[in-house]
């Protein structure tokens, strides 16, 4: 058995899964040795049989250690897994976020179908729907120039106050879809470090600056100490409390903070517990995308996902796209002893995905307790990583082409580019294919003619293509990777939903502000390296020598 669990050998899941899990390692041992060229040799169809089409996309699957036998053995683990029936759960509102006793339901905030979605027998619909109203009638009045400043001027620029999944989504998909902003201009505010918000807010003129603080809990320490020094920075500029009222508004399910912070109950776009951070891209933590790009793109994004919800939910495991690829992270990372997983977009305007795909994944799966409550005995989440091609090629593709990891790795590209510079898309489009092409065939000793300039290969890809990354493809894209984490969450047995792993490092920086503040740390509260480190910075803030 591949990869070690917390210093400990890894052993397999218990049954349900535990037949499957044994006789895929089983599998793997006797094709461990089998290179991808020798299986492309030995079936002609296997590009045509491995490669999906999936909302416009096509997802080549080919580039995988794969053989029939593999897909049938996932495909068994998936269903001992009762894969199938976890999404049927997750569709229909159950409580599946065991930890937190919430349904999981952001695949309704893209319901295009008109049919209910019910959690505890209630339509959320209805309420979806009049935030997405709400919404639609801001963006389009701001972006009209009907929506005015406190001195009567038009908004020109918007400021996202937000950190994890109220920073990273909205930011990707501004930066994916920035050929088809027309709109404000967006700035995005994650780190507590003032640098950021005092860098952003130095170029921003107060009586034209719109602030969305984005925090679905609204008591994110990051967020509402970046929230408060804009709205002095407001204030102060303006000189009155009242300019706030047409300078910020509030995304949250927290309304209760949100007006405790001074932002009118009409100023604040509501979403609700199961939609979950990570995955609320979809809700009113959206809004900046509809800023930046009008209300109807943010739709046509929305659809985009709901065309991947609907492949998740009614095609069959053998080809469900989503499920699949979740499967092929399960089989490098239980059989192969693969750690990490690159995601590299072929698309600067996908820049960042990758941090996106991070919290998205890594958030999710990075567990070591099963549903049930019991420690895991077997590898879960992977490390996520990686960056647009093709600078990741003069940096790290080094150490994925001839170290000694084996790195799965997504390639991500769009046949057309938004842009007119043809010549650099077909130069773009040429290295995408020669990466997964190099990685996949390597090059012999003997042929290199020095062991040194030999690669090994056999690296296995994905390569997605999608025509043209519009709002619609980014939906799809970021669904079918919403789904694929969901599956792998389902075969390990852990809790993609709840994210404790957060919480003990805010308890512990809670406790240490006020210790920083005075610059000594309570006595006998630290650890040596700590209280050595806390005295440390104290003594250098004031000009001393620790
Ligand atoms: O600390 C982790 C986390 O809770 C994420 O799950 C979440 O996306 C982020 O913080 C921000 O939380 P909030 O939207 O409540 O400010």
Redesign the pocket.
Known sequence: MQGGVNGRPAAPPPPPRRAAWEALAEHQRRLADVRLEDLFAGDKERFQRLSFRVAGMLVDLSKHRVTHETVALLLELARAASVAESRDAMFGGERINLTEGRAVLHVALRNRSGRPMLTDGVDVMPQVRAVQEQMHRFSASVRSGEWRGHTGERITDVVNI?????HLGPQMAVRALRPYADGPRLHFVSNVDGAAIHDTLSGLNPATTLFLV???????LE?MTNAHSARTWRVTALGADAAVARHFVALSTNLTAVEAFGIEPKNAFAFWDWVG??YSLWSAIGLSVALAVGYERFEELLEGAFAVDEHFRLTPLAENVPVLMGLLNVWYGNFFGAETWAVLPYDESLTYLPAYLQ?ASM?SNGKSVTRGGQPVTWQTGPVVWGQPGTDGQHAFYQLLHQGTKLIPADFIVAAKPQHPLTEHHHILVANFLAQTEALMLGRSAAEAGDPAKSFPGNRPTTSIVLEQLTPRALGSLVALYEHAIFTQGVVWDVNSFD?MG?ELG?ELAKRLVPEVQNGAAVAGAHDGSTAGLLAAIAALREGRQP
């Open positions: 937000g950190i994890g999944g109220s984005a925090s679905k809990t609204f008591t994110t967020t951070g990570r919290q958030e994210q957060v805010k």
